[in-house]
């Protein structure tokens, strides 16, 4: 079963997220989550699942822009700044932002070992 969008709006904290930006994460997946990784589909739909549910929380957290994540934001009088990991999307620092990635960085240990997970 390929996993869609409402699979996504159905885990916890995504209910509220775009159709839009959760499609855009699917389609992104389809490169970084390898069939070839897990021996069925079962497991490759929920590490699918941890991945975008990982990018997703990324960017409704600190917000996107063309360029990527937003380091800062001003209006008017009132600024806000957050942390972000610069790290290669699927590198271990990135997905150990949120508990998403958390998960998919761990069943891929468990079913591979020690493996360099961006490409």
Excluded: C, E
């Excluded at 990018?55 to 942390?83: F, R, Y």
């Excluded at 998960?103 to 070992?113: D, I, P, T």
């Amino acid at each position: 079963m390929a996993v869609t969008a409402a699979d996504i709006q159905a885990m916890p904290g995504l209910s509220g997220a775009d159709v839009d930006d959760v499609n855009f994460w699917l389609y992104a997946a389809v490169d970084f989550v390898s069939t070839s990784y897990f021996s069925t589909t079962d497991l490759h739909d929920r590490a699918t699942k941890y991945w975008v549910a990982h990018g997703l929380t990324l960017q409704m957290a600190v917000g996107m822009d063309a360029s990527g994540p937003i380091k800062s934001k001003k209006v008017g009088d009132v600024s806000v700044s957050h942390a972000v990991v610069d790290a290669d999307i699927g590198s271990t620092p990135w997905l150990n932002q949120t508990q998403w990635g958390q998960l998919y960085n761990q069943m891929v240990r468990r079913l591979l070992g020690d493996v360099v997970l961006s490409i």
